[in-house]
């Protein structure tokens, strides 16, 4: 694949059509290592001009080698409280257990680096959230890092619980997390180390302040998975929970 806009583009349209519930993309591993972090965020940009809809949220995850990585979840993916996903439109590899921020505005100042004290300022409450992964490539390999940036970080969709706006007490780090599927425990676990999940959001703000976009008042930031990706099949039913926070529970129609 060649640097240039128009192949942007045209990856940008091979993956909008697997939104739409068309054939997933064939993943050719050479060409998509070429792919860079540039032009990966330009293949997320015309997404979002095909689709023309709103962002409504960003999922965000700092990874082991210390790469922050992020796609927005735009606004016919996102559910609130308790929703029925229908396959046909969403798909669905598997599902994780996040916790996710509301924004009640816009933190900080675009003209210059947002702050920890800003970003809390800025949050209306935390949530319990269910991910809806599903990859747009078909590949037998996973595909390369800036491949699944621009397939939007495999978002299917986000269901998001009620808010909680007494979170600030919460240790995210040490927080319980329970994934249950049709009311079955199938995980379990006690925080993670990464939980300082506001420095995710501050890194957030401020990369997307260097590229000249904003975090917007209303938008939900999820902050990745405590539970990893669970598998799940047509009809199953997802209750995610942590301590201290409300459930949430998502039905995967048909």
Known sequence: MSNTVHDEVELANKLLGALRGGERVVAHAESLGNLTR????????????????????????LLPDGDLVSAPIVAERLFRTSADVEGSQYGWAGVESEIAFRLARSP???????????????????CAAIEVCQSRWSSTVTPPRNAMVA??????????????K???????????????INDKLVHESAGRADGDLIDLVVRLANDLRSRGMKLEAGQVITTGSYT???????????????DKIAPVTATLRP
């Open 108 to 126: 900080g100042d675009p003209a210059r680096d947002i702050t920890r004290d800003e970003v809390i300022d800025s949050v209306e409450g935390a």
């Open 151 to 164: 397939d939007l970080l495999a978002n299917g969709a986000l269901i998001v619980g009620p808010i909680e």
């Open 228 to 242: 990893g990706l669970y598998p799940v099949v047509t009809g199953d039913r997802v209750t995610v929970e942590f």
């Open 38 to 61: 540039a032009q990966a965020l330009e293949v997320q940009l015309n997404i979002l001009r095909g689709l023309g809809t709103a962002v409504s949220g960003w999922k965000v995850s």
């Open 166 to 180: 007494e979170w600030q007490h919460l240790d995210f780090s040490r927080v319980n997390a329970r994934l249950r």
